[in-house]
């Protein structure tokens, strides 16, 4: 897992999440404006774990670890600003990659998870719907392959069933595992009578999507990894699915299920300590629908760049974008204190776009020539938020703002939620010693005027 050290910089994305004030503030940047900002909680902020905000119609659900580091998922029926709070039965340690998840099923009735890192399954499900009060932890889901769980997610599948996803395992030999959830039954069985990954003892995936592209294709893009070393991930990989069970290459060819390293499509065999990172990989499109995949990984002079592959007629071709004069050597396990991120390149408004961070060469938005995916310029957005930062900052050394974006439906008036508050940056999920900070205000805003 790896945590940025800098500020990724998103336009119109809810991914920019935020800390502001507890009272109703407007203040306008370019084309957004921040409508209003709601205190939900104070926080823990001891290290980065990531939080979830979900949105659907009028009801709005946060989850959180609190004070004392206990999970918590807090409820509002918009417009009220009055939260309803419930404590559930699970508390973090140092582990970064502990992050929370949810999602509500076709009965309106909440699933959460998290709290997990090669861990016996973590899960809670409301048996009301829209009742938080109601979340009861369940003890299984499927019943086999639930004590080593990491990374749990959830999807839709392309009939809007609710779909959890978590690996089963650890970095280095894992096994990518894929349930479905029957709403009438209310009960969960596989999607996928094996794994979607395999590493055969070997190896595990860490892949990023699954993105629906403009052909309505699932498009996952992911990286080999032999052991917690995060310098072993190798050989960047591409597949697509209408349905989430039968997988092919780019080029319609059907791949069985678990996909190996033998039997995936690999993008570019970047080798062992080449610069590829997991989590820094991404799916985007261009105008034309084609997929194009950002990452990084090493130049022949052994800079770290980020580059980017198109399938072009039927084959992948690597463009280096960025031309950099800077080598960044990761290793080790535990979460990674990122030096350079890399978002989804997007088409919107007429330009090409792909969000970047760099600790020493600074971030931002690149637009890019379509053709040769060289930048032409950046993007000029500016980041609503910072009065808000300045106004509700907590003094101590080192602490950093965190957001987390709406796990909700996209808007189609341009607005969105968003949340922000402050933690001490990653520490390879140990234990820290002397003074830590006090807790933090965890904060929801609502955005208007991004681009729809």
């Known amino acids: 897992?790896?945590?940025?050290?800098?500020?990724?910089?998103?336009?119109?994305?809810?991914?920019?999440?935020?800390?502001?004030?507890?009272?109703?503030?407007?203040?306008?940047?370019?084309?957004?404006?921040?409508?209003?900002?709601?205190?939900?909680?104070?926080?823990?902020?001891?290290?980065?774990?990531?939080?979830?905000?979900?949105?659907?119609?009028?009801?709005?659900?946060?989850?959180?670890?609190?004070?004392?580091?206990?999970?918590?998922?807090?409820?509002?029926?918009?417009?009220?600003?009055?939260?309803?709070?419930?404590?559930?039965?699970?508390?973090?340690?140092?582990?970064?990659?502990?992050?929370?998840?949810?999602?509500?099923?076709?009965?309106?009735?909440?699933?959460?998870s998290g709290n997990m890192h090669v861990n016996p399954l973590v899960y809670f499900q409301s048996t009301r719907p829209r009742d938080?009060?109601?979340?009861?932890?369940?003890?299984?889901?499927?019943?086999?392959?639930?004590?080593?769980?990491?990374?749990?997610?959830?999807?839709?599948?392309?009939?809007?069933?609710l779909v959890f996803t978590y690996r089963d395992g650890q970095s280095g030999n894992?096994?990518?595992?894929?349930?479905?959830?029957?709403?009438?039954?209310?009960?969960?069985?596989?999607?996928?009578?094996?794994?979607?990954?395999?590493?055969l003892g070997k190896m595990n995936a860490y892949y990023s999507g699954p993105e629906v592209g403009p052909d309505q294709y699932y498009h996952i893009c992911w990286v080999w990894r032999?052991?917690?070393?995060?310098?072993?991930?190798?050989?960047?990989?591409?597949?697509?699915?209408?349905?989430?069970?039968?997988?092919?290459?780019?080029?319609?060819?059907?791949?069985?299920?678990?996909?190996?390293?033998?039997?995936?499509?690999?993008?570019?065999?970047?080798?062992?300590?080449?610069?590829?990172?997991?989590?820094?990989?991404?799916?985007?499109?261009?105008?034309?629908?084609?997929?194009?995949?950002?990452?990084?990984k090493h130049d022949a002079n052994g800079f770290t760049q980020i580059y980017c592959a198109r399938l072009e007629e039927g084959r992948w071709k690597q463009y280096q974008v960025s031309d950099w004069d800077y080598h960044w050597e990761f290793n080790g396990g535990g979460t990674t204190i990122a030096e350079l991120t890399v978002g989804n390149v997007t088409w919107s408004e007429g330009q090409l776009t792909l969000p970047y961070g760099h600790a020493k060469k600074g971030g931002g938005v690149w637009v890019l020539d379509e053709a040769t995916?060289?930048?032409?310029?950046?993007?000029?957005?500016?980041?609503?938020?910072?009065?808000?930062?300045?106004?509700?900052?907590?003094?101590?050394?080192?602490?950093?703002f965190r957001s987390a974006s709406d796990l909700g439906a996209k808007p189609t008036d341009g607005s969105y939620y968003t949340l922000r508050w402050q933690t001490l940056g990653a520490n390879r999920d140990r234990p820290r010693e002397g003074p830590l900070p006090p807790p933090t205000s965890l904060r929801l805003f609502k955005v208007t005027g991004a681009n729809k």
């Open 373 to 400: 995916l060289k930048p032409t310029g950046k993007a000029q957005r500016a980041n609503p938020f910072g009065r808000f930062d300045k106004d509700s900052e907590v003094t101590f050394p080192g602490l950093q």
């Open 1 to 112: 897992m790896i945590v940025p050290i800098f500020k990724l910089i998103r336009p119109g994305l809810a991914a920019m999440v935020a800390m502001g004030l507890g009272c109703a503030r407007i203040l306008a940047v370019g084309q957004e404006q921040v409508d209003y900002a709601l205190e939900v909680a104070p926080v823990w902020a001891g290290h980065p774990v990531g939080f979830a905000l979900l949105t659907r119609g009028t009801n709005q659900y946060v989850a959180f670890y609190d004070t004392n580091r206990q999970m918590t998922v807090a409820w509002r029926g918009i417009p009220s600003r009055e939260w309803t709070l419930q404590k559930l039965d699970s508390r973090v340690g140092w582990d970064s990659h502990n992050y929370i998840t949810m999602a509500l099923d076709a009965n309106e009735c909440l699933h959460v």
């Open 132 to 161: 938080i009060t109601s979340l009861q932890r369940m003890p299984s889901l499927v019943g086999d392959r639930e004590k080593r769980t990491t990374y749990p997610r959830f999807l839709r599948g392309p009939g809007g069933e």
């Open 226 to 296: 032999n052991t917690p070393d995060c310098s072993s991930n190798h050989d960047l990989s591409y597949a697509r699915s209408r349905d989430l069970i039968h997988w092919e290459t780019s080029a319609g060819k059907p791949v069985p299920v678990p996909i190996t390293l033998a039997t995936g499509e690999i993008v570019d065999p970047v080798p062992t300590r080449g610069g590829l990172l997991n989590g820094n990989t991404r799916v985007g499109f261009d105008s034309r629908g084609r997929t194009i995949i950002s990452y990084h």
């Open 174 to 199: 894992g096994d990518q595992i894929l349930d479905v959830y029957d709403a009438r039954s209310h009960k969960w069985k596989r999607l996928l009578d094996t794994p979607l990954f395999g590493g």
